[in-house]
């Protein structure tokens, strides 16, 4: 649906009044797709314009989340896998991350909502001065409780579980825990959203309809919307059509 000009302003203010932050979701989280997509359909053949019109879309996305009465984000922004893409490719995606890590200190936003930031996934693959920002980061906003923004980076939902079974497993290696111990509640333990509820929405962008391997523990009662719209061109509506479609299902968690 193309809406454009007032009618848009209509549509918009009666999405909202169908919203009720009481029936928001806790915690959503976002597969942001299209990047790629978006800069070759405006006549980009590099994908940087995608990659960096995306970056800018992030925090209005984010402030349209918090203020419908989420809590709780987890952006799926760099996987393990895209570590193979063209080098110039994820250098450029590197030297964004840095940046938005950095913006993190003197972000109004951030502060006025008390976020607190996290990345997850295998840090320690990204380069040293995108860890650095990110220490940066997570260092400025630990004091935070109002609202949880996990960023999943150098992240894979496959190797998010093979570090899982590896901890458990030095630790029955080294006789802290009996193999008969494990249960799903030992594995949550070790997962790297320990101490973080399960998504209630995830949203994915750009029209593909699959996880690519997000949060696959995590994800196994959250609600799925399918938004059919490249991630950097993204409007409030968007979101808040996902918002309303999660709060019109019944959840009944496989009962």
């Known amino acids: 649906m193309n809406i454009t000009g007032p009618m848009y302003r209509l549509y918009e203010y009666v999405l909202y009044r169908q919203l009720s932050r009481d029936k928001a979701p806790k915690h959503v989280g976002v597969i942001l797709d299209g990047n ?3 800069a070759r359909e405006h006549g980009y053949d590099v994908p940087w314009f995608g990659h960096r019109k995306g970056a800018q879309k992030v925090m209005e996305v984010l402030r349209i989340l918090w203020e419908a009465g989420v809590e709780i984000c987890t952006l799926y922004a760099f996987s393990v896998e ?3 893409r063209n080098e110039n490719e994820v250098s450029e995606i590197m030297e964004i991350a840095k940046e938005k890590f950095g913006e993190v200190v003197d972000n109004p936003d951030i502060h006025r909502h008390e976020v607190r930031i996290k990345a997850i996934g295998r840090v320690d693959l990204l380069p040293p001065d995108v860890q650095e920002a990110i220490a940066a980061a997570e260092a400025e906003t630990a004091r935070y409780e109002k609202h949880i923004l996990n960023v999943a980076i150098g992240y894979s939902g496959r190797a998010e579980v093979v570090d ?4 458990i497993g030095m630790k029955i290696q080294e006789g802290d825990l009996a193999p ?4 799903e509640s030992i594995i949550e333990q070790h997962l ?3 101490g973080i509820p399960d998504p209630d929405l995830i949203i994915r962008t750009s029209g593909e309809e699959r996880l690519s391997g997000f949060l696959l523990w995590q994800s196994a009662y959250s609600e799925l919307y399918f938004a059919q719209i490249y991630w950097p061109a993204v409007r409030r509506i968007d979101i808040w059509r996902a918002l309303r479609s999660y709060e019109r299902r019944s959840r009944r968690y496989g009962t």
């Open 36 to 38: 790629r997509r978006y």
């Open 164 to 167: 899982a079974v590896q901890a």
């Open 180 to 183: 008969s111990e494990v249960d």
């Open 82 to 84: 895209n570590f193979q």
């Open 192 to 194: 790297y959203t320990y």
